[in-house]
């Protein structure tokens, strides 16, 4: 990232010597019930080159939730949130579709909340299965929310099932 902002004051030892270095990283994030060794093999951070002090800021903080992710094996908030524009539904009937609030369903396409495995399984069958959706929506009541919203999810002619 060509502005990466971080202060170049050190908040250790108080001297103006913050820069960009890299270095291994590793912690252990506690999800959903497991534990899981993210390990970093480089990390960007701003580092302190006089006491060696680092800080995460948001970009390094958004790297370990990219590891995070990618190591459980979890859709990111962009994945979710083309997945959902991808069948022209808004995030009302979306959420719906799921029994969870709007505000869950933005907290996982702005990455502020990571959603359960559970959660994750489901979003990938509902992407993946036209059966599913039209499955829920209407066990959810979905179907008049979607009136106009593309047909992805209206009913087949026939209903099976
Ligand atoms: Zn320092």
Redesign the pocket.
């Known amino acids: 990232m060509p502005n990466r902002a971080y202060s170049p004051k ?6 103006r ?2 820069a960009l270095s890299s270095m291994p990283y590793s912690v252990k994030i506690n999800h959903d019930g497991r534990e899981y060794d993210i390990d970093i093999p480089s990390l960007s951070v701003p580092t ?6 680092f800080v995460l800021d948001d970009e390094a903080n958004n790297e370990i939730d990219r590891a995070f992710r990618h190591h459980a094996s979890l859709l990111t908030p962009a994945e979710i949130r083309s997945g959902r524009e991808k069948l022209g539904l808004n995030q009302q009937a979306f959420a719906q579709c799921f029994g969870i609030a709007v505000s869950t369903l933005s907290r996982w396409e702005t990455g502020s909340q990571i959603q359960q495995r559970f959660h994750d399984g489901i979003l990938r069958a509902f992407f993946a299965m036209p059966d599913l959706r039209t499955f829920l929506a209407k066990l959810h009541g979905v179907l008049s929310a979607t009136n106009g919203a593309r047909a992805t999810i209206s009913m087949p002619a026939s209903a099976p099932r």
């Open positions: 050190c908040s250790t030892c108080r001297q010597t913050m302190c080159s006089n006491c060696k002090a």
